[in-house]
């Protein structure tokens, strides 16, 4: 068993759509979690970043912890199409160097 | 703004040629990290450095090799580059735990 997994999509949505982007994970020592977003041809870029349980809200973009069921998301609100891009999960351990990455999300979002 | 470049967007190299990535990042990070990115697969660390001439193998270090002679530079060196290293390759530094990625580079072996 992968110790993060994420869905592949293909996801596609209408502009001006919720977004839910999900990621579930099997170690319990993870406890800071991170969204990276990735245009085509480009390097991952950090969208969002927590700590811990709980939510975290950036403009259109919240990012929502359960530690207890292991399991994170992230929602992007009134979708453009500029948000269409790969999006990655990522955790890790306090203390430790290594990101555990989920395989990412493709999501395209129609005009 | 973190930094993070990278030498070649795109590199064609021959089997059996060695191969030289470079990465460079401006912010003093102690740690910096390469990955190989395919499709299915998603992110695999090669190797990391957490301080100069410091090195730790990551998931998949076979083929490969890496060099931190200063603090800003990581190079990871294909010894002979094989098919099978054809990837999208990604630097990347850190600050505790926030890693920032460079813009990759496009290894074709033919």
């Known amino acids: 068993q992968k110790e993060v997994e994420q869905d592949p999509g293909p996801l596609s949505v209408p502009e001006g759509a919720i977004v839910s982007l999900n990621c579930t994970y099997s170690?319990?020592?993870?406890?800071?979690f991170m969204w990276y977003r990735q245009y085509s041809r480009k390097g991952p870029e950090l969208l969002m970043y927590?700590?811990?349980?709980g939510n975290k809200e950036d403009g259109r973009f919240t990012a929502q912890v359960d530690k207890s069921s292991k399991y994170i998301s992230l929602f992007i609100r009134d979708s453009q199409p500029s948000d269409s891009a790969t999006y990655l999960c990522?955790?890790?351990?306090?203390?430790?160097?290594?990101?555990?990455f989920g395989t990412g999300t493709r999501l395209t979002v129609i005009p | 703004d973190v930094k993070v470049t990278q030498s070649s967007r795109y590199l064609v190299k021959r089997t059996g040629e060695k191969v030289f990535l470079e990465c460079v990042q401006d912010m003093d990070h102690e740690n910096m990290f390469w990955y190989r990115q395919d499709p299915g697969l998603g992110l695999r660390l090669i190797y990391f450095s957490y301080d100069v001439k410091m090195k730790e193998k990551g998931d998949i270090p076979e083929g490969y090799s890496v060099s931190r002679e200063k603090k800003e530079r990581f190079s990871l060196i294909l010894e002979s580059a094989s098919t099978n290293q054809t990837s999208m390759y990604l630097c990347a530094s850190s600050l505790s735990q926030k890693q920032y990625f460079g813009p990759g580079t496009r290894l074709t072996v033919t």
């Open positions: 170690n319990s020592a993870f406890q800071y």
């Open positions: 927590t700590y811990s349980s």
């Open positions: 990522a955790m890790i351990q306090t203390g430790a160097n290594n990101l555990f």
